[in-house]
């Protein structure tokens, strides 16, 4: 297995750990954040049309959904990860979210195919592709991570044209899979009866910007700007205002629903125990008015050399021992090398404390 196989999978097995730890500490039974994704953006236009570039119309339609959800719900705070004509990285998209603490991601596409006559809305989850059709979605969008200079580590090693990869990235099993599918539905539900868009149903691929979110996630292709028809609905403000209303409709539905699943659970606190003070032993053999270098003559020789400032001397010692016992041997040890006036010293956690209080510790802890 390469190396660039093995770090993704490690980003993978790190991920998992922390979306089980957001999973089990999670504090609030309510919707408060909620990050809305225009894909692409300034140098990177994504899927073309005829007359339109996908970066300009998910924009218009991030932005309305997005104010649809301020104006109707004063307590929840909106997060564009951008709001004009700008490249954000799709790492940097995925960290906005992140750091913000968000309960919901909503990336917004638009589709294009090779044929003009592909048309309708679809919905996707990280998960692995069933369909090669998915797949290629997925490796259209993760594309994107082209247009930055730095990809090649930003990425873990990642590849968006490598199929192999993308079974490596199907391994991530999000703690927010059930909640991811249940919105994308509704997403799915309202394009198709309010907007009347041809369904296309929820599906699952590797989409990088999924994959390193941690709070239930979706990513939506709002239609198919090489279909000639579709492409002129998508660019229309009616076309627009429909699809961001039935987005924020959707989104108003999963709130209701996961509030009202979630309102008689208490609170998870994981209680996590304070570390036990930890003492060690140290033989000190010198001390200097100036600091000297831990490679000075006198030190050579001798193992695990460290310094200490203690009534406004620098102060030397050797070894580091848990016990008495092993740092007698040790003292024992320095004095049969012609080591004199050396003596042993405690400490508790890098501080310097009395051999009493040390063996008082240690009796305590037992």
């Given at each position: 297995?390469?190396?660039?196989?093995l770090?993704?999978?490690?980003?993978?097995?790190?991920?998992?750990?922390?979306?089980?730890?957001?999973?089990?500490?999670?504090?609030?039974?309510?919707?408060?954040?909620?990050?809305i994704?225009?894909?692409?953006?300034?140098?990177?236009?994504?899927?073309?049309?005829?007359?339109?570039?996908?970066?300009?119309?998910?924009?218009?339609v991030?932005?309305?959904t997005?104010?649809?959800?301020?104006?109707?719900?004063r307590?929840?705070?909106?997060i564009?990860?951008?709001?004009?004509?700008?490249?954000?990285?799709?790492?940097?998209?995925?960290?906005?979210?992140n750091?913000?603490g968000?309960?919901?991601?909503?990336?917004?596409?638009c589709?294009?195919?090779?044929?003009?006559?592909?048309?309708?809305a679809?919905?996707?989850?990280?998960?692995?592709?069933?369909?090669?059709?998915?797949?290629?979605v997925?490796?259209?969008?993760n594309?994107?991570?082209?247009?930055?200079?730095?990809?090649?580590?930003q990425?873990?090693?990642?590849?968006?044209?490598?199929?192999?990869?993308?079974?490596?990235?199907?391994?991530?099993?999000?703690?927010?899979?059930?909640?991811?599918?249940?919105l994308?539905?509704?997403?799915?539900?309202?394009?198709?009866?309010?907007?009347?868009?041809?369904?296309?149903?929820?599906?699952?691929a590797?989409?990088?910007?999924l994959?390193?979110?941690?709070?239930?996630?979706?990513?939506?292709?709002?239609?198919?700007?090489?279909?000639?028809?579709?492409e002129?609905?998508?660019?229309?403000?009616?076309?627009?205002?429909?699809?961001a209303?039935?987005?924020?409709?959707?989104?108003?539905?999963?709130?209701?629903?996961?509030?009202?699943?979630?309102?008689?659970?208490?609170?998870?606190?994981?209680?996590?125990?304070?570390?036990?003070?930890?003492?060690?032993?140290r033989?000190?053999?010198?001390?200097?008015?100036?600091?000297?270098?831990?490679?000075?003559?006198?030190f050579?020789g001798?193992k695990?050399?460290?310094?200490?400032?203690?009534?406004?001397?620098?102060?030397?010692?050797?070894?580091?021992?848990?016990?008495?016992?092993?740092?007698?041997?040790?003292?024992?040890?320095?004095i049969?090398?012609?080591?004199?006036?050396?003596?042993?010293v405690?400490?508790?956690?890098d501080?310097?404390?009395?051999?009493?209080?040390?063996?008082?510790?240690?009796?305590?802890?037992?």
């Amino acid at each position: 297995m390469t190396l660039k196989r093995l770090l993704l999978i490690f980003g993978i097995l790190l991920l998992m750990i922390t979306s089980w730890i957001e999973g089990i500490s999670q504090v609030e039974n309510k919707i408060t954040k909620v990050v809305i994704d225009a894909g692409h953006g300034g140098k990177d236009p994504g899927a073309l049309g005829k007359n339109s570039m996908e970066k300009n119309i998910v924009l218009d339609v991030a932005l309305k959904t997005g104010k649809y959800i301020e104006e109707n719900f004063r307590d929840i705070e909106v997060i564009y990860t951008r709001k004009t004509d700008e490249f954000i990285g799709l790492h940097k998209r995925a960290q906005i979210a992140n750091e913000a603490g968000a309960d919901v991601f909503i990336s917004i596409h638009c589709n294009s195919n090779k044929s003009s006559k592909p048309y309708g809305a679809e919905t996707y989850v990280m998960g692995l592709h069933k369909t090669l059709e998915n797949l290629d979605v997925a490796k259209t969008e993760n594309a994107a991570i082209y247009y930055e200079e730095d990809y090649t580590t930003q990425y873990e090693g990642f590849n968006p044209d490598s199929d192999e990869d993308y079974i490596v990235l199907s391994m991530f099993q999000s703690s927010t899979i059930d909640q991811s599918i249940d919105l994308s539905s509704k997403v799915q539900h309202q394009f198709k009866d309010r907007v009347g868009r041809k369904d296309r149903g929820v599906k699952q691929a590797g989409f990088w910007v999924l994959y390193k979110t941690i709070m239930p996630g979706i990513l939506i292709e709002l239609g198919f700007l090489s279909n000639p028809v579709e492409e002129k609905f998508l660019l229309s403000e009616d076309g627009k205002v429909y699809l961001a209303s039935a987005i924020y409709r959707a989104f108003k539905n999963y709130k209701s629903d996961y509030e009202d699943a979630n309102k008689d659970l208490k609170p998870v606190v994981v209680k996590l125990e304070e570390p036990k003070p930890q003492v060690f032993y140290r033989i000190q053999f010198a001390s200097y008015k100036k600091e000297k270098s831990l490679e000075f003559r006198k030190f050579r020789g001798l193992k695990d050399v460290r310094v200490y400032k203690h009534d406004g001397c620098f102060k030397y010692t050797t070894g580091n021992e848990d016990s008495l016992e092993n740092v007698q041997s040790l003292k024992n040890e320095l004095i049969k090398k012609g080591y004199n006036d050396i003596f042993i010293v405690a400490f508790i956690n890098d501080e310097r404390v009395s051999l009493d209080e040390a063996k008082q510790l240690s009796e305590n802890q037992n």
